[in-house]
């Protein structure tokens, strides 16, 4: 099984580099997704503007539901990434954002500066890398004693991975109506 553990017995890197490599790959990931919540929250068109353009893209019942919801997931998973807490939940609540993003925004071309799935599957699966090898010792994980338990590698990925499809996918089914025009 594939483990930060195993990855350290097996000398690729030894303890304490991995914990850096994971601390450094927690933050770049909790710092992308909370800066993208920030934004929704403080820049541009904010909240109404977010929540004008959910509508737009037929988030129903309510643009302003979803534009929070959004945006409070991207900032609460952003933290937790970065302070390695809960780790598979916050990827997972970043999996299932990726999941809706890439369905209602970007599955029409893969480049990302034509829109496309390019960034939402790099961020997913950087954040399932991130789940199934545990947020490392340098994390709240470890501190309170919870990398050891819900963090021992596949079980990480698995928690993950389920939830957060389950959750785009619910997502999807229960709230997404697209406008006539859009396929």
Not at 75 to 100: K, N, Q, R, Y
Not at 121 to 130: K, N, R, S
Not at 141 to 170: F, M, S
Request: proline share 3%.
């Amino acid at each position: 099984m594939l483990t930060a553990t195993a990855l350290s017995d097996a000398t690729l890197l030894d303890g304490d580099q991995l914990d850096l490599v994971l601390l450094v790959l927690r933050v770049i990931a909790g710092v992308t997704i909370f800066v993208h919540g920030y934004n929704h929250l403080f820049g541009g068109g904010r909240i109404p503007g977010t929540a004008r353009w959910f509508d737009s893209l037929g988030m129903r019942p309510s643009g302003l539901l979803h534009a929070w919801v959004a945006t409070l997931t991207e900032l609460g998973t952003g933290v937790l990434l970065v302070l390695g807490l809960l780790t598979p939940l916050a990827s997972a609540g970043v999996i299932g954002l990726m999941v809706v993003a890439g369905w209602t925004v970007h599955r029409k071309n893969f480049l990302v500066f034509k829109e496309g799935w390019e960034y939402v599957m790099v961020l997913g699966v950087f954040c399932l890398a991130i789940a199934t090898l545990g947020p490392g010792t340098l994390s709240l994980d470890e501190a309170i004693g919870l990398r050891e338990t819900i963090n021992d590698g596949l079980t990480g990925g698995i928690i993950a991975l389920v939830v957060g499809v389950v959750a785009g996918v619910g997502t999807l089914l229960a709230f997404y109506r697209p406008p006539a025009d859009a396929s």
